[in-house]
T-cell receptor, first 114, second 110 residues
Framework: NAGVTQTPKFRVLKTGQSMTLLCAQD?????MYWYRQDPGMGLRLIHY???????AKGEVPDGYNVSRLKKQNFLLGLESAAPSQTSVYFC?????????????FGAGSRLTVL | KQEVTQIPAALSVPEGENLVLNCSFT??????LQWFRQDPGKGLTSLLL?????REQTSGRLNASLDKSSGRSTLYIAASQPGDSATYLC?????????FGAGTTVTVRA
């Protein structure tokens, strides 16, 4: 009964370093999302995927890349981290029920870029 | 671009008082609106989902209303308890994506 699992939960990077956040869901959901949450700004959509092998840009995609090679996994990559990417990152997956998109969120990954 | 606003940003009430949380959005062409709860350091938990054709949705002490034409939703929490202390976020759905408000942080004093 894992739901949505994000790894790692915490990470500290130096400016210019690269890293990948992994999101795994075991609910066979088609749709997956990466959001970032910053104080006073709510959640902003970075990238999303509507199925295996597909990705699309969200509201704030610059500086990030994603891949969805397997249906259950959605990877978020930072090629050259910047202090502005210090944030809490949330992954979510969803399915449609009667036309409603019902999201399940992971617990979050806190990233600090020095 | 959908803009979602939640006012107030923070709220503190004594135990037992009813809570009223407001959410407004700029584009009324939505599929649905959801209310989430977020505890410190945790992810988001869905509380209520209102379809665009509905006016309200209820779950226990929670009641959410939706006025799509005016771009407003209100979450009512009856007889608040200290365990209701959390941040409450509303999100509006357009196709596959949700647009979130910044949230209202609620503190219920025992």
């Amino acid at each position: 009964n894992a739901g949505v699992t994000q790894t790692p939960k915490f990470r500290v990077l130096k400016t210019g370093q690269s890293m990948t956040l992994l999101c795994a869901q075991d609910m066979n959901h088609e749709y997956m999302y990466w959001y970032r949450q910053d104080p006073g700004m709510g959640l902003r959509l970075i990238h999303y995927s509507v199925g295996e092998g597909t990705t699309a840009k969200g509201e704030v995609p610059d500086g990030y890349n994603v891949s969805r090679l397997k249906k259950q996994n959605f990877l978020l990559g930072l090629e050259s981290a910047a202090p502005s990417q210090t944030s809490v990152y949330f992954c979510a997956s969803s399915f449609l029920v009667a036309g409603a998109n019902v999201l399940t969120f992971g617990a979050g990954s806190r990233l600090t870029v020095l | 671009k959908q803009e979602v606003t939640q006012i107030p940003a923070a709220l503190s009430v004594p135990e037992g008082e009813n809570l009223v949380l407001n959410c407004s959005f700029t584009d009324s062409a939505i599929y649905n609106l959801q209310w989430f709860r977020q505890d410190p350091g945790k992810g988001l938990t869905s509380l209520l989902l209102i379809q665009s054709s509905q006016r309200e949705q209820t779950s226990g002490r929670l009641n959410a209303s939706l006025d799509k034409s005016s771009g407003r939703s209100t979450l009512y929490i009856a007889a608040s308890q200290p365990g209701d202390s959390a941040t409450y976020l509303c999100a509006v759905a357009s196709d596959y994506k949700l647009s979130f408000g910044a949230g209202t942080t609620v503190t219920v004093r025992a």
